[in-house]
């Protein structure tokens, strides 16, 4: 039997806890003297008041009977509660005004998808443009893992929580206790994140927008205080830092954090890390030569410097942008499709199937190649050195037919619904991948305002479905999950 009573615990203090972060934007709405002010306190407010209502509600839960579908259901909920909440200073403020399109940007923000309906994001108030920032910060790493790490109290529901929420194929624990593994995890993403402030701000950012770009690019979000996105800076400097940045962001923490505490080669000795890097290599050498031969650039320099960035915010997730490559053609449309699936490394911040799982896949392929001439051959997929277990490789294969059946699925969707076949595409992959940017007209320099009003709920769903990593919320809508 569910344990209720724990869920809506678990609920009301992740609510407390998102009002600090909710009171944090409203500090700077109050600091700028703005007129968010006010439904920023509102907002806070009633995320709190909910809060407190959960959290009594629920106060005498047993959190040691906590099992895999209360995690499921606790991760599910909080996303698309925290979306609800997180909309409010939006529509209350009027500079979103009407629900559709507010929920549709909080949902992306917190996904760290990046798709904005916003046309004019200047615009903004200076609390709402941090908020924006806030919620991919927070997706980045992720909501759940935050919890973990500032509450031991949640007992045994936390590595089912945990699990249910951090992006990747199995998750390591370095530490004997979860908690200790999200403290961890959550060091490193702040020290990555005051770094880039730093780097970000000696160059030409004032320090508002060098905070919310490096909120944003670790977060491999892609939210901009800015139309033109980093093109406004039209800085080399920002544009390299940002570029490895999003690199470092779509690379998997855990590694990142062994680095930091003096191994480093357990970083550069990681198959899936070699992976992810060479593909960017051999990627971004085809598209300097693609936008050289065709006269998209001028020079060496910014060629390299043009396609490494486009290459790294797909590939990474992360969907800033720097330059239209629309019209750079059908062939870089296609590597764009490419990498949008593949995309970064399992236990980033990165969405999409994940690199570590192309690996598995592509090997796994290899290996019936093999036995087609080796029939009684035993040919395990080896990752660093290691066999993986069938059941892993089983799951991979799983994974891959629900990811590539979800996208076709939602295209007829979407088409039904009046899109043309380039955009559904383009969308679909992007919010299932948190991307941002799309195909056709929802490229890097559009947006999703025109999109109609079912297809960006749709979308919303698909971005919280691709953000969980599928299983998760999909697993939910099953009725097996339902019985005893």
């Not at 996303?79 to 549709?104: H, K």
């Not at 799982?357 to 090997?363: G, M």
Request: proline share 3%; charged share 10%.
């Amino acid at each position: 039997m569910l344990n209720v009573r724990f869920i809506i615990k678990m609920l009301g203090v992740m609510f407390i806890l998102e009002t600090l972060f909710m009171l944090l934007a409203t500090a700077v709405s109050f600091g700028y003297k703005e007129d968010d002010f006010y439904p920023f306190l509102q907002s806070s407010a009633l995320m709190f008041g909910t809060g407190i209502l959960f959290t009594l509600i629920g106060v005498k839960a047993n959190e040691h009977t906590a099992g895999r579908r209360e995690g499921m259901l606790i991760v599910t909920l909080t996303w698309l509660f925290f979306s609800l909440f997180g909309m409010l200073p939006f529509y209350l403020s009027g500079y979103i005004d009407n629900v559709t399109d507010a929920y549709f940007e909080t949902m992306s923000g917190f996904t760290t998808t990046g798709s904005s309906v916003l046309t004019d994001i200047e615009a903004l108030p200076h609390g709402l443009l941090f908020w924006r920032s806030l919620t991919q910060w927070q997706g980045g790493l992720g909501i759940i893992v935050f919890t973990v790490a500032l509450l031991p109290i949640i007992g045994g529901g936390a590595i089912q929580m945990f699990n249910a929420e951090m992006p990747g194929i199995t998750h390591e624990r370095f530490l004997p206790r979860i908690t200790q593994v999200a403290k961890r995890l959550w060091g490193v993403y702040l020290l990555l994140t005051f770094i880039l402030i730093g780097l970000l701000w000696v160059g030409p950012m004032d320090l508002f927008d060098a905070v919310n770009h490096a909120l944003t690019c670790i977060a491999t979000g892609g939210y901009s205080t800015k139309n033109t996105s980093i093109a406004y800076w039209n800085s080399a400097y920002i544009e390299y830092i940002v570029t490895l940045f999003m690199f470092i962001g779509a690379t998997n923490v855990t590694l990142i954090y062994f680095c930091l505490n003096g191994k480093p080669k357990k970083l550069f000795k990681d198959e899936e890390t070699r992976w992810y890097f060479w593909i960017i290599v051999v990627v971004t050498a085809a598209t300097v030569l693609l936008v050289m031969s065709k006269g998209f650039v001028s020079g060496f320099e910014e060629a390299f410097r043009q396609s490494i960035f486009q290459v790294v915010t797909l590939i990474s997730t992360c969907g800033f942008t720097t330059i239209d490559y629309i019209p750079w053609g059908a062939f870089f449309w296609l590597i764009a499709l490419a990498l949008m699936i593949i995309c970064g490394c399992a236990g980033s911040t990165s969405g999409g199937l994940k690199m570590g799982r192309f690996v598995i896949l592509v090997k796994n392929l290899l290996n019936e190649f093999k036995k087609q001439t080796h029939p009684n051959a035993i040919l395990p997929v080896r990752m660093n050195e290691h066999a993986i277990s069938r059941d892993v490789v089983h799951r991979v294969l799983a994974f891959a037919f629900v990811y590539a059946a979800l996208i076709f699925v939602s295209c007829i969707v979407l088409t039904l619904d009046g899109m043309t076949f380039i955009d559904a595409t383009g969308a679909v992959v992007s919010a299932i991948g948190n991307i941002g940017p799309g195909l056709g007209s929802l490229g890097p320099v559009g947006n999703y305002a025109e999109v109609p009003v079912v297809s960006k709920w749709f979308l919303a769903m698909l971005m919280m479905i691709g953000r969980l990593e599928i299983f998760t919320v999909l697993t939910i809508l099953l009725p097996g999950f339902w019985k005893q």
